[in-house]
């Protein structure tokens, strides 16, 4: 088991939860509870990972469950968590997975994306890295396949390499033809993953580039303007392709993974469990599927085995219908941290129409300044919308802070539709523009329905 990252491997001191939480608040509106609680674990991963064995093994992540209404904000938090942080990350839908034996995803899959994400996390990195001595290497083999040049005149010498080699990033000798020896490109056979075969699969592919077309090199005539950058991207793909590159991956995955599982609600059995047994015993499947993963298994990838123990899973779910005691009982132990997400208000929605750094407002003013027009939103405007948001999410069905996406784009309808005719204007939104456009339907409870 490999618990250990290789020497020099540990991570930068990361943000401090303080820090994490003022990221997450120029982007999600309130929620403070459950920002909390997932910048507390993402600092445990860091704290962790300095404290010696036996002891480090033993501190599995506290994983969380957060619980909320539909549209507050569950999902976002953890969109803007997956950017901020540089770890693994992946988000799946609970109810995407079906019981083993099933067709459908089956749960073990969640830690092999994974592993492709941090591999090509590793893949861009390591690129980065050596995109300064790639091109480096590459000019120097250009250098090398040009012909020799005749000295210019009786006593002169040779170019020395230097002098040479600033010829070239002058561009002299783009027209110059050479015989550029360039690797086969790799074959891209590959034996389709088969759950529960990765073994094979992996063993199959490496047989297959063997034998395909793609072993050894090609010679081909190429001026050095075409030649140098596919020396480049060759010179570049031996630096970051292979050597501990998927090993790397695992390690950050497994000490660093973090596995977001969207709807987990509806993945539980209904409370009062009425219901009939047919879907039920699909869902608690999942369930008992889900378990060994959260508590620490062994999962066989096509870059070696991971680990799971450590992964870090926070778990979603509005629970309308079933709540958390309707999961099996080992999953609710899996999730000790619970955070509940509060039902947003006017005031909540003001700020998430206007006062975030991607706010809604602030992507209609950029997409209408395309076209010349500027659009103005008054504060009453703003309140205006927020109220009728309001009003609408009680009357029909509560969908949160989705409501202002519906209602913001019937409101701006027309404009959007007549900016290009318009010229250089400004339009500005305040209450009365938000009750002209919005307040009839917004009052009309079966128009409300299928408009906003
Ligand atoms: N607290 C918030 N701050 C800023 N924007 C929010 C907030 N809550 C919701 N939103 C907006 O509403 C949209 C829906 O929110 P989100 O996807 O987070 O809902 P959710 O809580 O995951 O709901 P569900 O249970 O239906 O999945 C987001 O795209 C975002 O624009
Ligand atoms: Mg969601």
Same mark, same amino acid.
């Given at each position: 088991?490999?618990?250990?990252?290789?020497?020099?491997?540990?991570?930068? !001191?990361?943000?401090?939860?303080?820090?994490? !939480?003022?990221?997450?608040?120029?982007?999600?509106?309130?929620?403070?509870?459950?920002?909390? #609680?997932?910048?507390?674990?993402?600092?445990?991963?860091?704290?962790?990972?300095? =404290?010696?064995?036996?002891?480090? *093994?033993? =501190?599995?992540?506290?994983?969380?469950?957060?619980?909320?209404?539909?549209?507050?904000?569950?999902?976002?938090?953890?969109?803007?968590?997956?950017?901020?942080?540089?770890?693994?990350?992946?988000?799946?839908?609970? @109810?995407?997975?079906?019981?083993?034996?099933?067709?459908?995803?089956?749960?073990?899959? =969640?830690?092999?994306?994974?592993?492709? @994400?941090?591999?090509?996390?590793?893949?861009?990195?390591?690129?980065?890295?050596?995109?300064?001595?790639?091109?480096?290497?590459?000019?120097?083999?250009?250098?090398?396949?040009?012909?020799?040049?005749?000295?210019?005149?009786?006593?002169?010498?040779?170019?020395?390499?230097?002098?040479?080699?600033?010829?070239?990033?002058?561009?002299?000798?783009?027209? !110059?033809?050479?015989?550029?020896?360039?690797?086969?490109?790799?074959? /891209?056979?590959?034996?389709?993953?088969?759950?529960?075969?990765?073994?094979?699969?992996?063993?199959? *592919?490496?047989?297959?580039?063997?034998?395909?077309?793609?072993?050894?090199?090609?010679?081909?005539?190429?001026?050095?303007?075409?030649?140098?950058?596919?020396?480049?991207?060759?010179?570049?793909?031996?630096?970051?392709?292979? /050597?501990?590159?998927?090993?790397?991956?695992?390690?950050?995955?497994?000490?660093? /993974?973090?596995?977001?599982?969207?709807?987990?609600?509806? =993945?539980?059995?209904?409370?009062?469990?009425?219901?009939?047994?047919?879907?039920?015993?699909?869902?608690?499947?999942?369930?008992?599927?889900?378990?060994?993963?959260?508590?620490?298994?062994?999962?066989?990838?096509?870059?070696?085995?991971?680990?799971?123990?450590?992964?870090?899973?926070?778990?979603?779910?509005?629970?309308?219908?079933?709540?958390?005691?309707?999961?099996?009982?080992?999953?609710?132990?899996?999730?000790?941290?619970?955070?509940?997400?509060?039902?947003?208000?006017?005031?909540?929605?003001?700020?998430?129409? #206007?006062?975030?750094?991607?706010?809604?407002?602030?992507?209609?003013?950029?997409?209408?300044?395309?076209?010349?027009?500027?659009?103005?939103?008054?504060?009453?405007?703003?309140?205006?919308?927020?109220?009728?948001?309001?009003?609408?999410?009680?009357?029909?069905?509560?969908?949160? #802070?989705?409501?202002?996406?519906?209602?913001?784009?019937?409101?701006?309808?027309?404009?959007?539709?007549?900016?290009?005719?318009?010229?250089?204007?400004?339009?500005?939104?305040?209450?009365?523009?938000?009750?002209?456009?919005?307040?009839?339907? #917004?009052?009309?409870?079966?128009?409300?329905?299928?408009?906003?």
């Amino acid at each position: 088991m490999s618990t250990l990252l290789p020497a020099g491997r540990e991570p930068p !001191v990361p943000m401090t939860p303080r820090e994490i !939480v003022e990221e997450l608040d120029r982007h999600v509106v309130g929620q403070a509870a459950a920002k909390r #609680a997932v910048a507390v674990a993402l600092r445990n991963r860091w704290r962790r990972l300095g =404290i010696d064995e036996p002891l480090r *093994t033993e =501190i599995t992540p506290k994983n969380i469950l957060m619980i909320g209404p539909t549209g507050v904000g569950k999902t976002e938090i953890a969109r803007r968590l997956a950017r901020l942080v540089g770890a693994p990350f992946l988000k799946i839908e609970a @109810t995407k997975f079906t019981e083993v034996g099933y067709v459908g995803r089956d749960v073990e899959s =969640i830690v092999r994306d994974l592993v492709e @994400t941090a591999l090509n996390a590793e893949r861009t990195a390591a690129r980065l890295r050596a995109s300064g001595s790639a091109r480096l290497r590459a000019e120097r083999r250009v250098l090398a396949a040009l012909p020799p040049v005749p000295p210019a005149g009786p006593g002169a010498t040779e170019p020395s390499e230097r002098e040479r080699l600033a010829r070239l990033r002058r561009g002299d000798y783009d027209e !110059v033809v050479i015989d550029a020896d360039l690797s086969a490109p790799s074959s /891209g056979l590959e034996f389709p993953q088969v759950p529960g075969l990765e073994e094979f699969s992996q063993q199959f *592919t490496t047989l297959l580039r063997t034998l395909g077309p793609g072993a050894g090199t090609t010679r081909r005539r190429l001026c050095v303007a075409e030649a140098l950058p596919l020396f480049e991207e060759e010179e570049l793909r031996a630096e970051s392709e292979g /050597g501990d590159l998927p090993r790397r991956a695992i390690d950050r995955v497994e000490q660093e /993974g973090i596995v977001f599982l969207d709807e987990i609600d509806k =993945i539980a059995r209904r409370a009062g469990g009425g219901d009939g047994g047919g879907p039920d015993v699909s869902r608690e499947g999942v369930q008992r599927d889900l378990l060994p993963l959260v508590e620490g298994t062994t999962v066989v990838t096509r870059h070696g085995p991971v680990r799971t123990d450590h992964i870090l899973f926070i778990a979603s779910g509005a629970f309308h219908v079933a709540r958390p005691a309707d999961l099996i009982p080992e999953l609710q132990g899996r999730f000790p941290i619970r955070v509940t997400l509060d039902p947003l208000g006017e005031d909540d929605f003001v700020r998430i129409l #206007a006062g975030t750094e991607h706010a809604l407002t602030r992507q209609y003013q950029a997409l209408l300044a395309r076209e010349g027009v500027s659009l103005v939103f008054t504060e009453d405007g703003l309140r205006r919308i927020a109220a009728l948001a309001v009003a609408v999410n009680r009357r029909t069905e509560d969908i949160g #802070a989705r409501r202002l996406h519906t209602l913001l784009e019937r409101l701006l309808e027309d404009v959007s539709f007549r900016a290009p005719d318009l010229g250089r204007t400004t339009v500005t939104v305040d209450a009365a523009y938000a009750e002209e456009r919005l307040a009839a339907l #917004a009052g009309d409870l079966d128009l409300s329905r299928y408009i906003l």
